[in-house]
């Protein structure tokens, strides 16, 4: 039996820099909601929350557009469909991923969620993790873009959240020296003791300058995941033909149209070290996804690649969980459980 209403969550004002109480508006709305040909209808049970959203929320031209005011807030998703439309392949209790936003239930084109088969090994959730766009930001972007190679010096930063904790990973996997990059004691005695990077050092300690020089030397392939100072840093620190997978620059995400954003002054280093900068967006790999899922999902099962995820339970707390990506509050992969059994972490 559907609820007689539900609830969304719309974009109510456009923030200027950080988001505040006043971003969203939370709406309880009649229950109309009907698969019409080639639709169905998804009950939502995860959705994940990625720095990337704090784009969408401004009017400029990205890789997206921008959510209106008065739209559900855009996210990606897990969810169960629970009808089905006239002409679908889907049916009923199948778990499937997409753009399902902010919002219990969903009404989406069948041809623009993908059906989730979890691999033995794995969880559903894994899909919002090592398995979906996460993981593949991590293969694709260290390996199509970073190019890394055995014995090569790679650098990561925002090396404890989501995409970095795999690149971490992958690059030991893959016989590298990792060097990693956050923002707490806490989250680098995690990455050296469990994920088990070569050196881990925290941005924030005064003596960070002098920490990346000593720990790194000179990198191969810098995984950036936050562009402003540190990437101005890794600048000078670049080995001949160094690569550097320009992955996120989450520091300067909530930088205002009127504020100056600082500009590189390292760049040169690209010219005299015949270096690469080279930005991706994941999405641009997306008929290459199923092969590289096979092989994380892999990992997974063999216990070779260890995922976190923090949990937040409740739609309601997407507002005030979505900046927890800013002031650094997670460790690994940040998601709202919506409804549904939970995960077993
Ligand atoms: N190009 C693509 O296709 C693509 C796809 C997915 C994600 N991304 C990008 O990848 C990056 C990581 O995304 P994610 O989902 O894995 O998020 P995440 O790393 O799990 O969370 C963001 C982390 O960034 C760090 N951070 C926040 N403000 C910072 C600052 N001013 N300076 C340095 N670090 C800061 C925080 O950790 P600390 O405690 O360490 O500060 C925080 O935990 C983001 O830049 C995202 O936009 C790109």
Not at 13 to 34: A, C, G, H, M, Y
Not at 73 to 80: E, P, V
Not at 280 to 290: G, H, N, Q, R
Request: net charge neutral; with cysteine; aromatic share 8%.
């Amino acid at each position: 039996m559907n609820p007689s209403q539900y609830t969304r969550i719309v974009l109510n004002e456009r923030p200027q820099k950080f988001i505040d109480s006043n971003t969203f508006r939370q709406e309880t709305v009649p229950f109309d909601l009907k698969p019409g040909q080639g639709q169905v209808l998804v009950k939502v049970t995860w959705l994940s929350l990625d720095p990337t959203m704090r784009g969408w929320l401004n009017d400029t031209r990205s890789y997206l557009p921008p959510v209106q005011i008065g739209e559900t807030m855009r996210a990606g998703g897990l969810g169960t469909v629970i009808e089905v439309g006239p002409g679908s392949q889907l049916k009923e209790s199948d778990t499937v991923f997409g753009m399902l936003g902010w919002r219990e239930y969903a009404v989406v084109d069948e041809k623009a969620v993908r059906k989730i088969i979890v691999p033995p090994g794995s969880q559903e959730l894994d899909f919002l993790g090592p398995l979906g766009i996460t993981g593949m930001t991590a293969y694709f972007g260290l390996n199509d873009v970073g190019k890394l190679k055995a014995g090569e010096t790679l650098v990561v930063s925002g090396a404890a959240g989501a995409v970095g904790s795999i690149v971490c990973q992958m690059g030991k996997k893959q016989g590298a020296k990792v060097v990693a990059i956050a923002g707490s004691d806490e989250k680098c005695q995690w990455l050296e003791k469990e994920l088990g990077v070569d050196k881990a050092i925290n941005y924030k300690s005064p003596t960070f300058r002098k920490d990346f020089i000593d720990a790194v030397g000179y990198l191969d392939v810098y995984f950036d995941n936050v562009g402003g100072d540190i990437l101005n840093l890794a600048l000078t620190r670049l080995n001949k033909g160094a690569r550097i997978a320009f992955c996120g620059a989450i520091s300067d995400y909530n930088s205002g149209a009127d504020e100056n954003i600082k500009g590189l002054t390292a760049y040169m280093n690209l010219i005299s070290q015949r270096a690469k900068l080279e930005g991706f967006i994941v999405l641009d790999y997306a008929e290459k996804f199923p092969e590289a899922i096979k092989e994380v999902a892999g990992w997974l099962a063999d216990g070779s690649l260890k995922r976190k995820f923090h949990v937040v339970h409740g739609l309601d707390k997407a507002p005030s969980a979505l900046p927890m990506l800013f002031t650094g509050e997670n460790i690994g992969k940040l998601v709202i459980h919506v409804s549904g059994p939970d995960a077993k972490l």
